[in-house]
């Protein structure tokens, strides 16, 4: 990129995000405010047991209820749709049972399906649901991963008689020969307990069947229209031109609106079977027992060390509950594979062993959520890298400078087998350290400590793989594009309309789209308007995941601003008899570079262009709308990095854990805009720490979930927040000519591991070790138990 | 399931009278229906949002009567004989306007959902006039779940107006 800004509102400019005005003015438009004409609603009922067979299922009465339209249960529903064997095809031993819509004989976890309620309104549907009556016979259910490991535990799926979804090892060097020659092996076991997304709107979607022309239009509530098209066309069998998937304003998806769930798809078999739109927004309570979980794991894992700091291996071994079954498209065994490839990434060291174990339970699917994976190598890097320097006596800041991988050693590709060509993990740390002012708090945390006020402060270095190229999802057999494109059209008026294939769930992404085509064409972002989510119009793309937007629509989008101020300056040049290379764009009008003079403005370049192509040369041809796309075909992922510190505080007496401040430094790559980058970090941290401190679906032993409003499933509220500091390192990638990475997840991946790490140096000076998220005062207080009397021991 | 008609109950209409954004209204509504729902349903202002409709997201906060309330917590029928505002409304008073713009020049809002609850309950607070702490502010829209922001930028927007009405 050139140093100088075409456009002051273009790459770089810190503008505020131009769709919030809508918003914020209660002006938006999410799918519960669309009403289409005869439009029904849809209630599920669903089973209220884990493991069940289901003996009688009557919906009679149901269907005499006032408003009702119909009921239909999986002999309706079921045959309409090819069921989901969610494996992906290049990992041999990958096995899911197939996944129907509604529960046929036997439920398999709390919260299947089993009938829907179409009616009038959703009171009605509710009502009415209230009135089918469905006979069980509980059998016994797999309550968690350490259950449907044990070799006596029930299967779930009679074709998989292990539990085991997946079982995936890694290994690079010679790991026991290293293990078993270090001065210090430190060991630990660390469980993540189940938490959801919690979006504060609720999945939903309006299924429209035209039977006059058998087309389907769905209203979606979903970070990829694109992928939605490809499922509702191959397993409802509907020609892939006849269906349409729209993205309206969004209420917060965080990956979790990028699943394919199975109570959506038979609300657009609902609409097929009635030829009426149907709408199902999904109620809060029922949320908690449908919308993907994530994490859930309990994992083994250790570091080995020289006396002189130097790491020579790690390992992590780990047990993944993913739920009843695999997730179509996005497969469930994604959080255990990043761990196994992304443990200790930023470190030197040669030797590593990794296995992940995806296991079936009794429970609702693990699908995606910010930072899959990703969270989990950070924490166990950091917490063992952290103790490993306390160990040595050595400053955990001291420790990281000498243990990264050095500058000189990338392009490189890690013990875990990732590639890392562009970070900066050093000039992250020695930037965070500034901000935080680390020396001051460690004397304020050492000063504090001799008055019985446990503070503690935790560092986490992280890798952010984002904007995933095809290797990852191409060979699984995925209908997942990691393609996006843009398509530009210059009006008559002069302005530009884009249409990206770029979602926007609040990121701000369509703002970045128009900077850099502001900058990319050189007018001002107020003469550019930017579309995205309609997988029917424009060019064919992925829409929202792995961090994307901005890296790959982006680069999309500047390559056809490039092309299309080719196309302009092509005009002009025709309009005006000058040399195009004598012309370009400034803020929206095209200049004579040497005179630095206006020449004609791009109104005049449309009109002439739409209206009267007539006063050009006969063989001139206007192409005034050009598409562009984009896809990482040569990389895995741009990868950024970062490095976070959190300063907390333990009550000792209540088990309560205060956030006193988090700083944040970040490496995207170039910074399209950075308002919207910090909002970015500064969200997902704050998801980072409720997952550490608070986030829990609390199940019982055998699958019960116990906590299934938001009442009792605890969420960051703003009083529990700390300020939040952001600064940035700027490390263009490589490979593109826009530069920028993703930023969607680094706020979060760093947050856990800083969180973890902060609360256990708090606690070091009393010997006790948190090791199960959240970190609960009740888990607190119990450390603190077990480490007093180990101390009387 | 039982043999109790649960359809029927709350069935019944029941007339409200209320002045909603400013304007007298008089509107029929089920007499289980809560405000929110009206709003939505009935009148068309979507601009309320419904995020958890047991009382603890804040989406939902409308004011009656100038206070802070759950929409999804106070039947329809309960506003009748009150003044309702929503975020439609106030958009037009120059307060909100204020504090919009501040909401939009910081990001303080990402996917939009909780902002028109948390921009009803920022109001009440810059509204009372008092100059709060940044922990205070937080404390007090501590009702209001935000997923995306953070809330930083939300606190920095209440302070930033806290603080022109100290110098002014």
């Given amino acids: ?793 | 399931m039982t043999e109790s008609n649960n359809a029927l109950l709350g069935e019944e209409e029941v007339v409200i009278e209320t002045i909603l954004n400013g304007r007298p209204l008089k509107h029929r509504a089920k007499a289980r229906q809560h405000l929110a729902d009206f709003l939505r349903h009935e009148i068309e202002l979507t601009g309320t949002h419904l995020g958890c409709e047991h009382g603890i997201c804040g989406a939902c906060t409308v004011l009656i009567d100038g206070r802070t309330a759950r929409g999804c917590l106070t039947l329809a029928a309960q506003a009748s004989g009150r003044r309702v505002d929503t975020i439609e409304g106030l958009t037009v008073s120059g307060k909100l306007a204020e504090l919009q713009e501040e909401f939009f020049a910081r990001n303080a809002a990402q996917c939009g959902f909780c902002s028109s609850g948390m921009l009803l309950t920022a109001y009440e607070l810059v509204s009372s006039e008092a100059t709060l702490s940044r922990a205070e502010i937080r404390e007090y829209i501590s009702g209001n779940m935000c997923r995306c922001t953070g809330y930083h930028a939300i606190v920095d927007a209440v302070e930033a107006i806290m603080a022109r009405r100290r110098r002014s």
């Fill in chain 1, 1 to 793: 990129m050139s140093a100088q800004a075409a456009s002051p509102t273009g790459i770089g400019a810190r503008i505020p995000r131009r769709e919030l005005k809508r918003l914020l003015t209660g002006h938006g438009r999410y799918v519960d405010d669309i009403k289409l004409p005869r439009m029904l609603h849809v209630c599920f009922v669903r089973s209220p047991h884990p493991h069940a067979r289901l003996v009688s299922l009557d919906v009679t009465e149901a269907r005499r209820a006032a408003g009702v339209a119909a009921v239909f249960t999986a002999v309706e529903i079921n045959p309409k749709c090819e069921p989901f064997v969610a494996v992906a095809l290049n990992r041999p031993g990958h096995r899911s049972a197939p996944q129907p819509l509604m529960v046929t004989d036997r439920a398999v976890w709390q919260g299947q399906p089993v009938a829907i309620v179409v009616a009038a309104s959703r009171a009605e549907a509710e009502d009415a649901a209230e009135l089918v009556v469905a006979a069980w016979d509980p059998l016994p259910a797999v309550g968690d991963q350490l259950q449907a490991i044990a070799s006596d535990a029930p299967a779930i799926h009679p074709e998989i008689a292990d539990n085991i979804a997946f079982d995936f090892t890694l290994e690079s060097g010679d790991p026991t020969k290293a293990f078993a020659t270090a001065d210090i092996v430190i060991e630990e076991e660390l469980r993540f307990e189940r938490q959801t997304a919690m979006t504060l709107e609720t999945r939903g979607l309006i299924a429209d069947y035209n039977l006059g022309d058998d087309s389907l239009t769905v209203i979606h509530a979903h970070q990829s229209p694109y992928q939605m098209q490809e499922i509702f066309s191959h397993h409802l069998n509907i020609p892939a031109h006849k269906v349409r998937v729209t993205a309206p304003d969004i209420g917060g998806a965080f990956g979790m609106k990028l699943n394919v769930y199975a109570d959506e798809i038979a609300t657009v078999v609902a609409s097929m079977l009635l030829g009426q739109p149907v709408k199902f927004c999904v109620d809060r309570l029922e949320s908690f027992v449908s919308d993907s979980h994530a994490r859930d794991h309990v994992i083994k894992c250790r570091i080995a060390v020289k006396r002189t700091g130097e790491i020579t291996a790690m390992e992590v071994d780990d047990l993944g509950a993913i739920g009843a079954y695999g997730m179509p498209m996005r497969f469930n065994v994604a959080e255990g594979m990043h761990l196994a490839g992304l443990t200790g990434a930023p470190y030197a060291f040669e030797n590593y062993r990794a296995r992940t174990r995806s296991l079936y339970v009794n429970k609702n699917l693990i699908g995606m959520y910010r930072g899959v994976g990703f969270p989990l190598a950070c924490v166990v890097t950091e917490l063992l890298t952290d103790l490993a320097a306390d160990r040595l006596g050595i400053d955990t800041l001291e420790f990281k400078r000498r243990s990264y991988r050095p500058k000189s050693s990338l392009p490189c590709v890690t013990a875990g087998g990732q590639q890392l060509d562009s970070v900066s993990f050093h000039e992250c740390l020695e930037k965070l350290a500034r901000l935080m002012d680390y020396d001051a708090l460690r004397r304020e945390q050492a000063e504090l400590r001799k008055h019985g006020i446990y503070r503690g402060i935790g560092i986490a270095t992280f890798v952010e793989p984002t904007a995933h190229g095809p290797s990852g999802y191409g060979p699984t057999g995925a209908w997942v594009s990691s393609h996006d494109g843009c398509t530009l059209r210059l009006e008559p008026s002069g302005a530009i309309r884009c249409t990206t294939s770029i979602t926007d769930q609040g990121q701000g992404t369509l703002t970045g789209v128009a900077q850099i085509i502001a900058d990319s064409v050189g007018l001002s972002v107020e003469q550019i308007s930017v579309s995205g989510g309609d997988g029917a119009v424009g060019p064919y793309g992925g829409g929202a995941w792995a961090s994307r937007g901005a890296a790959t629509g982006g680069e999309a989008a500047l390559r056809a601003g490039r092309k299309l101020k080719q196309n302009i300056l092509a005009l002009a040049s025709a309009i005006t008899q000058t040399s195009p290379d004598q012309l370009s764009i400034v803020d929206g009008e095209v200049i004579n570079t040497r005179t630095q003079q206006p020449v004609i403005s791009l109104a005049e370049i449309g009109r002439i262009g739409y209206f009267r192509p007539d006063t050009l040369p006969p063989d001139f041809e206007v192409q005034l709308s050009v598409t562009a796309s984009f896809v990482a075909n040569d990389k895995m992922y741009f990868m950024g990095n970062g490095v976070q510190a959190s300063y907390v505080e333990v009550d000792t007496e209540t088990g309560f854990i205060t956030m006193l401040g988090q700083w944040a430094v970040d490496d995207c790559g170039r910074i399209i805009n950075p308002l919207l980058v910090d909002e970015q970090v500064r969200g997902g941290i704050v998801q980072g720490i409720g997952a550490v401190l608070f986030e829990e679906c609390v199940y019982s032993d055998d699958a019960n979930l116990l906590n299934g409003t938001l009442a009792d499933y605890l969420v960051p509220m703003a009083s529990e927040m700390p300020d939040i500091f952001v600064d940035h390192v700027e490390t263009p990638e490589r490979s593109t000519q826009l530069g920028a990475k993703g930023v969607g997840e680094g706020g979060l991946i760093g947050a856990m591991g800083s969180v973890w790490v902060a609360v256990n140096d708090a606690l070091k000076p009393l010997g006790a070790k948190v090791r199960h998220q959240p970190f609960t005062p009740e888990r607190v207080l119990d450390a603190l138990a077990r480490a007093r009397k180990e101390a009387a021991e």
